[in-house]
């Protein structure tokens, strides 16, 4: 199918719903588009066995979901949970129906923000119902609508372009927190993390963590599609599916990736600070070691007793000066072969 994300759709038909949750309503023949449906048109009791409808609702209402679920015998428990924008990823079988819940997300800032899309598939029907979401299905429907080869194999190869579009718009999460863990590796190598920086690493670590919860049932959603015989899904479908799954694991994978790469650049980070200040405390204590020479010294013979036989030399001022400079000259050299200077 590609990658979802980089579609360019062209000008988009509107169905014939008055209604803005409806965001598109057709039936398809053979892979084409024939024409528009509504809600309550029993469009699947009076078209040909490889034909199918694909609608797709966004935040819709109750009234719609109840019309929609009476015209295609959907069971009341998946249109519950449709109408729930926070429901957690699932697959459930209800009959000869597949009901899939996928949460979809995107970035907000330096947070992650979900939202839920319910995927109805049945005899010759798709039904999507996003709750949340931020990327529309526009775009997906006009790049499979100009490729009609995939439409032709039916609702369950629709499917799996809907969920690859959904796991796709993780990349571009995960690639942008990633840079920004690079940049802010470059920055603690260069200079001490300031408190915001500090602030900003918990704070990505935490939307990581609250994304791998996110992600893993959706890794348990691409197994049974991978794993088990479900109904209205053709065994043609499966490699699909499989490169679905691998897709997810990509995404776990990167994730775990920039998790271990924010922790290690906080400790690098406070390991630096402790080496650099370490640094400043051996210079302090180098230099003070230099500077109790002359200090001794001067309080030695700044006591004032009068026995003290080195007052009356004639050249001792000159010689006190020449064996303060020659010890805190030797002391310096000293601390500087050591590093501590």
């Not at 509107?14 to 949750?21: L, N, Y």
């Not at 629709?158 to 840079?179: K, R, T, W």
Request: hydrophobic letters at 45%.
């Amino acid at each position: 199918m590609g990658e979802a994300h980089g579609f360019r759709s062209p000008p988009q038909v509107a169905a014939p719903e008055s209604a803005m949750s409806v965001v598109a309503a057709f039936l398809y023949h053979e892979g084409k588009r024939l024409r528009p449906v509504t809600l309550i048109d029993p469009a699947c009791e009076h078209i040909a066995k490889d034909d199918f409808v694909w609608i797709g609702l966004s935040q819709p209402s109750e009234t719609e979901l109840a019309d929609i679920a009476g015209n295609y015998g959907l069971h009341p428990l998946a249109v519950e949970d449709a109408g729930n924008g926070h429901q957690i990823s699932k697959l459930d079988v209800y009959g000869d129906q597949l009901f899939i819940v996928a949460r979809t997300a995107h970035l907000e800032g330096d947070h992650i923000a979900y939202g839920s899309t319910a995927i109805f598939l049945g005899k010759n029907f798709l039904i999507t119902v996003r709750q949340g979401s931020a990327r529309s299905h526009s775009e997906l429907r006009a790049h499979l609508e100009i490729t009609p080869d995939l439409l032709r194999e039916g609702p369950d190869y629709v499917l799996h372009a809907i969920l690859d579009f959904i796991v796709d718009g993780y990349f571009p999460i995960v690639e942008a927190i990633e840079e920004d863990v690079l940049k802010m590796e470059q920055r603690m190598l260069a200079a001490f993390l300031t408190r915001e920086e500090v602030t900003r690493i918990f704070t990505l670590r935490r939307e990581l963590v609250r994304f791998q919860r996110v992600l893993g049932p959706m890794l348990e959603v691409g197994r049974k599609l991978v794993n088990l015989q479900l109904p209205r899904l053709d065994e043609a479908s499966k490699p699909y599916f499989r490169d679905l799954l691998d897709h997810m694991l990509r995404v776990e994978s990167a994730i775990t990736g920039i998790r271990d790469i924010l922790i290690s650049v906080f400790e690098a980070s406070h390991l630096l600070e402790q080496q650099r200040q370490g640094a400043i405390t051996r210079q302090l204590a180098a230099w003070a070691a230099i500077l109790a020479v002359p200090t001794a010294i001067a309080g030695i013979y700044g006591m004032n007793f009068e026995n003290m036989p080195e007052l009356k030399t004639q050249w001792g001022y000159f010689v006190i000066l020449g064996v303060i400079a020659a010890v805190c000259i030797g002391l310096y050299i000293r601390f500087k072969r050591n590093h501590w200077l």
